[in-house]
Structures are given as structure tokens and as C-alpha cells.
């Protein structure tokens, strides 16, 4: 690394320490994901209540956009959030889309369908990582 960086222009030796121990803490990271894995696959109504809010015109869904992906999407994580819950999952929950026009308002407020849906599962919306990992105290 520190020849590729002296040809790139920045002569020195390059740190790369904190790297150490890096496979063995991502192993460890990923073991506990797959240790709360859970299998998951979409009740069979996802592909037409996604239509449905589509023909209405229900956000994520806009007159004028091909809205069809947005709303499979959204209605695949309702409904994986509604299992995950019934199961008993009491940690937060965070609906992460960058994809502000169809999630918020022009006040960057949450649509109200939007809310209406995230609600009875006390989920968030987050527009950004950073919001995000505020709303999960990380």
C-alpha cells in the first residue's frame, strides 16, 4: 500500500493497523446477525395490495411515475414488519428511504398514508443513514 500510495503522489508509509483483528470482529458481527435470522417470505396478498395502492394512488405511488416497484417494496416490509412483530419483536424499527417525493410531504413531513401504515407497528422513517442510526441509538 505504501508504494501504490507513493506512486499516486503521497510518499510515507501507510497505517493500515486498524485493520488488525478486522475478519475476526466481522465474523463475530455476522454470526449474531445469522444467530437472529430469520427465514421470510411474502404472504401471497403483498403483490396486490401493492396494486391496489398503486391504482389509488396511495404514496409511495404518484400519478404520472411508474410507482409499481415503490409499492411492492413497501407493502413486502408492512408485511415482513407485521410478522416480525406478531413474533414478538419489541426492538425499533426504522423505514429507511432517501426516496423523499413519495415518503414526506413538501414540508419534509411524513405523508399521512405513510404514518398511517408505519404506526400500528411503531416504526420510523429515516431519509438518510445518519437519521437512521439516531432513531436506533446507535
Request: hydrophobic share 45%; aromatic share 6%; with cysteine.
Amino acid at each position: 500500500m505504501s508504494q501504490l500510495s507513493a506512486i499516486l503522489g503521497a510518499p510515507g508509509s501507510v497505517n493500515l493497523t486498524h485493520l488488525d483483528g478486522h475478519v475476526a470482529r466481522t465474523r463475530g458481527v455476522v454470526g449474531r446477525w445469522l444467530s437472529v435470522f430469520i427465514e421470510y417470505a411474502p404472504a401471497d396478498s403483498v403483490l396486490a395490495k401493492a396494486i391496489a395502492r398503486m391504482n389509488a394512488n396511495i404514496s409511495p405511488a404518484r400519478r404520472g411515475k411508474e410507482s409499481s416497484k415503490d409499492c411492492v417494496v413497501f407493502e413486502t416490509y408492512l408485511d415482513l414488519v407485521a410478522k416480525l412483530r406478531m413474533a414478538g419483536l419489541t426492538a425499533p424499527i426504522v423505514f429507511l428511504s432517501s426516496n423523499v417525493n413519495d415518503y414526506q410531504d413538501g414540508s419534509k413531513i411524513l405523508k399521512v398514508e405513510i404514518a398511517n401504515d408505519l404506526a400500528p407497528f411503531a416504526v420510523d422513517y429515516a431519509s438518510n443513514m445518519g437519521m437512521a442510526k439516531n432513531r436506533l441509538q446507535l
